[in-house]
């Protein structure tokens, strides 16, 4: 993937979270291209980046149950 | 009809994930409190100051909220899930600017803050959201 791409994706308002995430990857690219980050502190950067899809899997995970708990209680005092 | 609706309950969720996260955790007062500490740590790094204590001050909020979650047992296995991409975050960091002869990069400070601050508002969300 360019970072013209990223530069689209960072542009789009209907999915603000690849945006978000595609300004960061142009944000860290951007400074090592620069000379702002050495290579071990680019590549540990882009492992965050990664370990971010993980917490956002985690996160749904959690909100998907708290809202199959919520929904099947709320059925539970109608019932 | 409660009983029924228990049943699909339990179904629900064990479509969810394994046997072992079939019940989520529920609210803690504790972890809320400890993920706004963690989301007020990260605001106010300083970039421009000594990086080395500011991680310490994340680190160690963190590892509280790993400790309680583990000493309050079962069924909390989903929020130290959550937590650990952000720990190893903050470990690499941590283990960068405690290494002998580091000289603070106020760049990689200022990107690591954005991650961080990225990484625990998802989190936040997430375990304020619980019900």
């Known amino acids: 993937m360019s970072l013209q791409t990223l530069y689209e994706i960072a542009g789009r308002d209907d999915h603000p979270w690849a945006a978000t995430r595609a300004a960061m990857v142009i944000a860290i690219t951007e400074q090592y291209q620069g000379g702002g980050l050495d290579r071990s502190e680019y590549l540990e950067m882009m492992q965050d980046l990664v370990r971010m899809d993980a917490l956002d899997a985690e996160a749904s995970d959690i909100e998907l149950k708290t809202m199959l708990v919520t929904a099947v209680y709320a059925v539970a005092q109608v019932v | 009809m409660k009983k029924l609706l228990a049943i699909l309950s339990f179904a629900l969720l064990s479509g969810c994930a394994g046997i072992t996260g079939l019940i989520p955790s529920f609210w803690d007062d504790n972890q809320s409190h400890r993920i706004i500490n963690v989301r007020l740590d990260i605001e106010r790094v300083d970039c421009k100051a000594q990086q080395l204590p500011q991680v310490v001050k994340i680190r160690d909020d963190l590892a509280w ?18 937590t650990k991409p952000m720990t190893e975050t903050v470990e690499d960091w941590h283990k960068r600017v405690s290494t002998e002869g580091h000289k603070d990069n106020s760049i990689y400070c200022d990107l690591k803050k954005r991650v961080l601050q990225e990484q625990s508002a998802r989190a936040a969300k997430a375990i304020l959201g619980r019900f």
Not at chain 2, 72 to 81: E, F, H, N
């Open chain 2, 65 to 82: 909220f790993k400790l309680y979650s583990e000493s309050k047992g079962g069924r909390q296995a989903d929020v130290i899930l959550l």
